[in-house]
């Protein structure tokens, strides 16, 4: 059972938690909006299942409140301030409208800080009746004390984006029938660059399960290329130098191109 189908499970049993930190399980660049998304289908979920209207946007809903700006909106880069603190606690101060329970998700866990925290010290200790907080820390920050150890931990799954290697796995194909000099004679004055080409083989290298000693041998010569680069070493010896990584290292577990 995936975690959204785990919190309507314990939605329906009445057993949901007064207070839930959502942190992704890796760093992504998408975390946020993931995140903010899970919360949102968790939302509409519950209306459903309780029987009561379900809003075009879970967070227009009169039994929800939201603190913090969407990944779609401009961040304000301020930490929240104490009129925004209290407006969280006020909102639990009232019965529900529709719902028979209130929900407050808090989008940006950066924006909380010590002065902030402490004004909620009681609403997060003394669970208030059908009421559930998600707090997402997308960037996976170290939260405060006063935070963190009263929250229960939600990890948010972010599956692996699977990178297109169309563009590397032809500059291969085309490279291994070469000789060095044509190597050099067809990339040098390739205007995408050595570094691009570089990057294109991390980016395979990662999504290769074989080449354990490739993958170090990568590790070794991206060193020596910034150290290249440093000192200002001709192009023709960065590409030498790459074409000799690749005919090594990759052109033999390559041979499957088509």
Known sequence: MNLLNQLLSLASQKKLGHFYILTPTKNSPEAQALCEKFCADFLTGFFKQSGVR?????????????????????????????EEALGLI???????????????IITE??????????????????????????????????????????????????????????????FIKDSRQMGLSQFLETYQ???????????????????????????????????????????????ATKWTLFWDLLKTHVFPRAITLT
Do not use: C
């Open 189 to 235: 004055k390739d205007t995408l660059g050595i570094n691009y080409w570089v990057e294109k083989l991390v980016l395979w290298e990662t999504d290769q399960t074989d080449g354990h000693e490739a993958k170090a041998a990568l590790g070794i010569w991206l060193l020596k290329l910034k150290e290249m680069e440093t000192f200002h070493q001709p192009s």
């Open 90 to 104: 006020r909102f639990f101060e009232f019965s529900t409208v529709e719902a028979n329970h209130k929900f407050a």
């Open 54 to 82: 379900v809003p075009s946007e879970a967070w227009n809903h009169p039994d929800v409140f939201r603190l913090g700006n969407l990944s779609t909106e401009e961040g304000s880069g301020q930490n929240f301030n104490v």
């Open 109 to 170: 866990a950066a924006r909380i800080n010590t002065i902030v925290a402490n004004k909620w010290l009681k609403l997060l200790e003394e669970p208030l009746k059908n009421s559930t907080i998600i707090l997402i820390n997308a960037g996976q920050l170290k939260l405060l004390e006063t935070i963190e150890s009263r929250g229960i931990l939600l990890r948010l799954d972010i599956p692996k984006v699977q990178e297109n290697h169309d563009d590397f796995e032809k």
